[in-house]
């Protein structure tokens, strides 16, 4: 008997730590929330008009549980400027979503990847090879010949009476003008139906990335991914990587004919690097980079 009262004593005690977690007291205000599922009902169908009422009544900045995580919110432009310019070191971890938990591509990207020596030396070539001023100056022709790309399109269909899709040809003209910074080369064609196929691909990743997802809330059921987010998201990266592998390849087999080129796109850029890097970094580095 007294065992019996033992034993359900012991499990109340377990379901009320989970049921009815204690809050620390050095957290803002926020909603309590229910047990288990937390404040997941105060988002609604509507997330950002959710958490402006609720920043209304909590202030701008508060504590909610999703699920088994605690949330903070910040919710005005001065707590915002607090969080990501003067204390942006404090806060620069973040929270992978379960999605992109593909295998190799977090430890490559600078979005997801934690800051570390490999992140510093991934950020530190993206800022002096892709984003510094020589490279944007030096780009400024490819962008203004895609322009005349674009309206000499638009300006062949209308003269034919054909319907222009806005969409898929500023995604191409985009997509072209990010390929030949890196690769030195169109990878679909304005006319083609590739553009359409390319556009799924990378918006069926960005829409399975920003999906809600069950393993966010309750990181038990990583194990299971229960939504398939991360299975479909694999297949994305995996056809993306095919791609960047494919080109990569091809270059290296013209390095192999006429010998490595001086730093002509990024992706010569990247391959340099990667031979005086002893080591340290390798082509399988970049792939997430490039995604």
């Not at 950002?48 to 949330?71: A, H, K, Q, V």
């Not at 139906?193 to 990583?222: H, M, Q």
């Amino acid at each position: 008997m007294a065992v019996d009262i033992c034993f359900f004593a012991l499990a109340a005690c377990i379901c009320a730590y989970f049921l009815f977690p204690r809050k620390p007291t050095n957290l803002p205000p926020g909603p309590t929330g229910l047990p288990i599922i937390g404040s997941l009902l105060h988002l609604g169908r509507k997330p950002n008009e959710s958490l402006f009422e609720l920043s209304r009544r909590y202030g701008p900045i508060m504590c909610l549980r999703l699920g088994s995580r605690t949330t903070i919110v910040v919710s005005t432009a001065m707590a915002a400027e607090e969080v990501l310019q003067k204390h942006d070191q404090a806060f620069a971890g973040r929270t992978v979503v379960d999605a992109v938990r593909t295998p190799g591509h977090v430890e490559g990207s600078l979005v997801w990847n934690q800051q570390g020596p490999k992140w510093r030396e991934l950020r530190r070539i993206c800022n002096m090879e892709m984003f510094a001023s020589r490279r944007l100056e030096a780009s400024r022709g490819l962008r203004e010949q895609k322009m005349r790309v674009l309206i000499d399109h638009i300006g062949a269909a209308c003269a034919e009476g054909r319907p222009v899709d806005i969409g898929k040809c500023a995604f191409t003209t985009t997509l072209n003008l990010v390929s030949n910074s890196i690769f030195s080369q169109d990878v679909v064609d304005l006319g083609s139906e590739s553009a359409g196929e390319f556009k799924s691909l990378v918006w069926d990743i960005l829409e399975a990335a920003g999906t809600p997802n069950l393993a966010d809330y309750f990181p038990a059921l990583r194990v299971v991914d229960p939504q398939g987010l991360r299975r479909r998201i694999t297949v994305s990266f995996q056809r993306l990587h095919a791609f960047f592998e494919e080109m990569i390849d091809r270059r290296l087999e013209s390095y192999a004919a006429k010998g490595q080129k001086k730093d002509q796109d990024f992706l010569d850029a990247l391959l340099q690097h990667v031979t005086h890097s002893a080591g340290k970094l390798t082509v399988n580095d970049f792939k997430p980079l490039l995604v």
